[in-house]
């Protein structure tokens, strides 16, 4: 969701954000599946460039966060070599706190 970028950088003026949000032509929110068929050509090269882009980062990024209901979260943890179940953090985590939610995959 590109709406939340200014928000992030806000937050936090010393970091420095690295984002597709910052090449698009239409400010992207989310993700609705019913969307795609709305799009032009140019839009939908653009959304699956973003998001394509989006999951590399995720993958060879030195640290993942995020949430263990989405399919990115797992494409991601897929794409990951030589994983380091450190740094592929959810936020969300199973109901017994001594389980980890990796060990299901």
């Known amino acids: 969701d590109c709406g939340l970028m200014p928000t992030l950088r806000e937050a936090r003026p010393t970091?420095?954000?690295v984002s597709q949000c910052d090449s698009l032509r239409e400010m992207q929110h989310g993700y609705d599946i019913q969307d795609i068929p709305k799009f032009n050509d140019e839009q939908r090269e653009?959304?699956?460039k973003k998001f394509f882009i989006e999951l590399y980062a995720m993958a060879f990024a030195k640290v993942f966060v995020g949430v263990s209901y989405?399919?990115?979260?797992w494409f991601a943890y897929m794409m990951r070599p030589n994983i380091d179940r450190s740094t592929f953090v959810l936020l969300d985590t199973a109901v017994d706190?001594?389980?980890n939610?990796?060990?299901y995959w």
């Open 70 to 73: 989405t399919n990115v979260s």
């Open 46 to 48: 653009e959304h699956f």
């Open 15 to 17: 970091w420095s954000f």
């Open 97 to 99: 706190p001594s389980e």
């Open 101 to 103: 939610d990796l060990d």
